[in-house]
């Protein structure tokens, strides 16, 4: 009976690695990148493909199969670096971050806080550099810290919004992060 309990975990323990490593999402940041994310968010996690739905995967842009990571050279205008939505594993809890190289080491940015959005419901991807300019859906006067009516990007941002819904162009100014609503 000993026999058939330790059969059946060793079976299920293969299961759930099986199903995690067919997971896009896996491999996309470099171990070291994650360990500074994991450092500095200890209690999030990163997105897998699991956490989005399969027919918005299926309609992403550009053929992207893990919505909650994007890959360009965001607020540096040079090197790699991610941009990623976490979620807490405590509470109902997203933010975007962006992990660049500072030397040797990744740093870790927190670039917006989603609230207690799901990870599957927000999408993280690459606004190349060029002329931004405020969605006519939204009205009323700007009223976010670092919102803009326009912006005019010389190297590529973070563009993440909620799936079928709202979107926001990030980019980093030399200082801080700026946003532009582009989508309503």
Not at 55 to 72: F, M, P, R, S, T
Not at 149 to 177: C, N, P, T
Request: a negative charge; one cysteine or more.
């Amino acid at each position: 009976m000993k026999r058939a309990w330790v059969a059946l975990a060793t079976l299920v323990g293969c299961g759930a690695s099986a199903a995690r490593a067919g997971d896009v999402c896996d491999g996309l940041v470099p171990a070291a990148a994650r360990v500074a994310i994991e450092k500095q968010y200890p209690k999030f996690r990163l997105p897998h493909e699991s956490d989005y739905d399969p027919v918005d995967i299926k309609d992403g842009e550009g053929g992207v199969q893990c919505l909650g990571i994007a890959k360009g050279s965001y607020h540096r205008g040079d090197g790699v670096e991610y941009a990623l939505n976490i979620t807490s594993t405590t509470a109902p809890h997203t933010v975007l971050v962006v992990a660049y190289r500072s030397g040797a080491a990744w740093q870790v940015e927190l670039v917006w806080d989603w609230g207690s959005a799901t990870l599957g419901s927000v999408y993280a991807g690459t606004a190349v550099a060029g002329t931004y300019e405020r969605t006519e859906t939204l009205d009323g006067p700007v009223n976010e810290p670092g919102e803009r009516l326009a912006y005019k990007a010389r190297h590529d941002g973070v563009m993440a919004g909620q799936i079928e819904s709202s979107g926001a162009a990030f980019f980093f100014d030399g200082k801080r992060w700026l946003h532009v609503w582009v989508s309503g």
